[in-house]
Nanobody
Framework: QLQLVQSGGGLAQAGGSLEVSCSASGPGFKSYAMGWFRQPPGKEEEFVAAIAWSGDSPSYSDSVKGRFTLSRDNNMNTVSLQMNNLKPEDTARYYC??????????????????WGQGTQVTVSS
């Protein structure tokens, strides 16, 4: 069983940068795909980015591609999401998630096994 604890986020102006991080405790972190999802105010949860357990290149939603970068450190059991050129529409609560042996269809939130507590990101115009 993994426990995911998030940090980072906060408030930024449009065009600015923020980072959200997720630290995992528990066995087998390397065996988990790690994903980031977000829930904007009044909207449904949406996929942001993910990386397979096998270490393939991260995948991103079209809305964040080229602006956000997911990185993973299996030695430190952490995954981070660097967010650059932020836009007001990036305002949301961000969640990291872990999926055991996940390798494909990583954008499907319902397939994830463990979730972080969420971190608020607010971007002002």
């Amino acid at each position: 069983q993994l426990q995911l604890v998030q940090s980072g986020g906060g408030l930024a102006q449009a065009g600015g940068s923020l980072e959200v991080s997720c630290s995992a405790s528990g066995p087998g972190f390397k065996s988990y795909a790690m994903g980031w999802f977000r829930q904007p105010p009044g909207k449904e949860e949406e996929f942001v980015a993910a990386i397979a357990w096998s270490g393939d290149s991260p995948s991103y939603s079209d809305s964040v591609k080229g602006r956000f970068t997911l990185s993973r450190d299996n030695n430190m059991n952490t995954v981070s999401l660097q967010m650059n050129n932020l836009k007001p529409e990036d305002t949301a609560r961000y969640y990291c998630a872990a999926r055991f042996l996940g390798n494909y269809n990583l954008e499907r939130a319902s397939d994830y096994d463990y979730w972080g507590q969420g971190t608020q990101v607010t971007v002002s115009s």
